[in-house]
């Protein structure tokens, strides 16, 4: 069982950046995408990027040219980089790994990270 634990959320004003983490609790051999996703109150959890496993990323058209996904193989550590906060990207963040073992894929999710941006 991967255990995923986020950090590096907060408080920023508008305009501001900051790093979100995923460490992952053990090595992940057959990494086979990740992806960060966000659920403010009152809406529905959407997904505002992605990484496969053979490379490609993905955001979401809110995020496009703000936000950067990537991976430390070394660390078994996920990163969302968020530059140009705005107050909509408040929300509660969630990393999700994917992971091929014993011929199934299985899916894991962390408890998430607060992220407040103010006006």
């Known amino acids: 069982q991967v255990q995923l634990v986020e950090s590096g959320g907060g408080l920023v004003q508008a305009g501001g950046t900051l790093r979100l983490s995923c460490a992952a609790s053990?090595?992940?051999?057959?990494?086979?995408?990740m992806g960060w996703y966000r659920q403010a109150p009152g809406k529905q959890r959407e997904l505002v990027a992605a990484?496969?496993?053979?490379?490609?990323?993905n955001y979401a058209d809110s995020v496009k040219g703000r936000f950067t996904i990537s991976r430390d193989n070394a660390k078994n550590t996920g990163y969302l980089q968020m530059n140009s906060l705005k107050p909509e990207d408040t929300a509660v963040y969630y990393c999700?790994?994917?992971?091929?073992?014993?011929?199934?894929?299985?899916?894991?999710w962390g408890e998430g990270t607060q992220v407040t941006v103010s006006s």
């Open positions: 990484l496969t496993g053979g490379g490609t990323s």
């Open positions: 053990e090595r992940i051999v057959r990494f086979d995408g």
């Open positions: 999700n790994v994917r992971v091929r073992r014993n011929g199934g894929l299985y899916e894991y």
